[in-house]
């Protein structure tokens, strides 16, 4: 059993004017102007325990890591600049010193003041002692309703992992996804396509370009960008690997990690979770309603109202038929199903995986066995499949019937990875892995639940109010290292410190998973008369 000595020295206190990281208090020029950084810290953020006998000392170099913060990589979005693609930033004279995180980017009209429309702006961390050091490079694109400022986004900690890791912020809710026939009118007429409602892509896509040509003066190198997400970050992952060259060039990124994200096309959740998208004619009746909502006729009244002025209440952005990425066959050049049936744009390796706790699965559920036998009869009744789900799942019980139930939404969850990458490996070489997570942070009743691996994988426990363990802080260790190694490699056991790691091989034919979290190695995604079931349920299903 590990060591039960507490973790210590978590807090980070503000930045120092001591000892300075390689490249911080370094003017840099990038190609919009110079920027000057700071220490990413002042004093140990180190998680200190034992773990089977072993002591742990997390950024044992943290003293080597600089931090850029609110770097703008595009114009303001305000104004005139509302719903177009991302503006070209004017270049400054004066060294930007970049200290302070920047404005988040506005998910709702009239939110709080910490959000502004001139927020296309990226934060970076580095341990590079200088501009050649080209180390692999992380471009997080974070969940709905997060920015680059969020403490769970915390660099510092993957950056000690000898990675460049970048986040950034990009427009959401109805100023990142609203389309309307002026709006694709007026990209016609500037830009030479017919197509709206993907502002947000564009940032995305702005964002890295922009880290491409960049990245190398913070120590990075361009040509092994591994994008990474989870949630909407995971599709965004999926729009960047699948971006024609037009708007992401060939070579721009080397890798890419989908965390709770991409799935099966035929699994029905693949429509309303983080891959999802509007067809072009809803994405029109909401844009629609959101003109007369704000008693506007026109793009440019719109576009003269201010922000805490706009209203928005037909939908909630994110929800099931809400604001959100909008199928144009340009920046989504194709259908998901589609997609996946024909080589990516970018053949790059691809990690995905889910957590045990999300996408069905309810930790602590209460739920009896009358009501577990009704949701399976009504979710395989008409496809002639309950009587087998109740075999593949059997409960007598109500403590079985919780179990069962949620055991059938992993097993959904791990079936649904491995389908995509039976997928994904029709067309492409390039190697897919899979996991599948189910450790629980402490001091939290959700479980294993949806972004619970985020501090683990960026080995940031420093940036979370938990009561953490020795334990997470070895999980953290090797999280973190199998995330830099893929971002080093393109594979997760690749690197310096492989042979301290279980190895993680390619998803097969073989009908395995690769367990992280409460244990380490190929798992069975489930037996064979649950994958059936599973399968079987797919099938009849619409591909997405």
């Known amino acids: 059993m590990p ?12 930045l120092a004017t001591g000892a300075l990281a390689s490249l911080a208090g370094q003017v840099l020029l990038t190609a919009n ?45 305000a104004g005139n600049n509302r ?24 998910t709702s009209p009239g939110e709080s003041a910490t959000t502004s429309e001139d927020c296309l ?25 997060g920015s680059g400022a969020d403490a769970l986004f915390d660099g510092g900690g993957m950056a000690a992992q000898g990675v460049v890791f970048v986040n950034y912020n990009h427009r959401d809710g109805a100023f990142g996804w609203l389309a309307l026939p002026e709006l694709a009118e007026e990209m016609l007429a500037e830009n030479g396509v017919n197509s709206s409602g993907n502002w947000g892509m564009l940032d995305q896509y702005a964002a890295l370009r ?3 040509a960049n990245i190398a003066i913070f120590g990075g190198d361009p040509d092994r960008i591994t994008v990474v997400g989870q949630s909407a970050g995971s599709a965004a992952v999926y729009h960047a690997v699948n971006a024609p060259h037009s708007l992401v060039p060939e070579g721009t990124i080397a890798g ?57 209440t037909s939908s909630s952005p994110g929800s099931g ?85 949620n055991a059938h939404w992993s097993d959904t969850s791990k079936v649904s990875s491995w389908g995509f990458a039976a997928g994904w490996r029709k067309t492409t070489a390039a190697p897919i892995y899979t996991y599948f997570w189910d450790h629980a942070p402490p001091g939290q009743d959700q479980g294993a639940h949806h972004m619970s691996e985020i501090n683990y994988v960026f080995n940031n426990l420093y940036k979370t109010d ?25 594979d997760p056991s690749g690197g310096a410190n492989s042979s301290t790691l279980p190895t993680w091989v390619p998803t097969t034919n073989a009908t395995v998973v690769m367990h992280v979290g409460d244990g380490w190695g190929n798992i069975p995604i489930a037996d064979q008369a649950q994958i059936q079931l599973i399968t079987d349920y797919f099938e009849q299903q619409t591909p997405f």
């Open 256 to 312: 890419a990690i989908a965390e709770s994200g991409i799935r099966d096309p035929r699994d029905p959740l693949a429509a309303s979770l983080a891959e999802s998208y509007n067809n072009m004619t809803y994405s029109l009746q909401l844009g629609q309603s959101f003109l007369q909502q704000n008693n506007a006729t026109t793009v440019a009244e719109l576009r003269k109202i201010p922000l805490a002025s706009l209203t928005d």
């Open 33 to 77: 102007g110079p920027v000057q950084g700071v220490p990413a810290f002042n004093s140990s953020p180190q998680a200190v325990g034992t773990y089977n006998n072993v002591t742990l000392a997390n950024l044992a170099n943290w003293q080597d890591v600089a931090v850029w913060k609110g770097i703008p990589y595009a114009a303001s979005t």
């Open 121 to 145: 702006n990226l934060n970076i961390w580095s341990v590079a002692n200088s501009s050649s050091d080209k180390l692999p490079v992380i471009f997080w694109t974070h969940p709905a309703g």
């Open 321 to 405: 038929g809400g604001f959100r990425p909008t199928l144009d066959y340009y920046a989504m050049p194709d259908t998901y199903a589609n997609l996946l049936a024909k080589a990516p744009s970018h053949a790059v390796p691809l990690m995905t995986g889910n957590t045990r706790d999300e996408s069905g699965a309810v930790f602590g559920l209460n739920l009896t066995l009358s009501e577990y036998e009704a949701d399976m009869l009504a979710q395989y009744g008409s496809y002639n499949l309950s009587t087998k789900a109740l075999a593949a799942y059997p409960a007598s019980n109500d403590t079985q019937a919780a179990a069962a139930y």
């Open 466 to 490: 938990l009561p953490w363990q020795p334990t997470d802080a070895f999980i953290a260790q090797r999280m973190s290292a199998y995330w830099a190694n893929f971002a080093r490699t393109g």
């Open 83 to 106: 719903w177009r693609p991302p503006q070209n930033r004017t270049s400054w004279n004066t060294t930007l010193k970049a200290s302070s995180f920047g404005a988040g980017c506005p």
């Open 210 to 212: 922009w880290v491409h």
């Open 3 to 14: 060591s039960t000595t507490l973790l210590t020295g978590l807090c980070i206190g503000q």
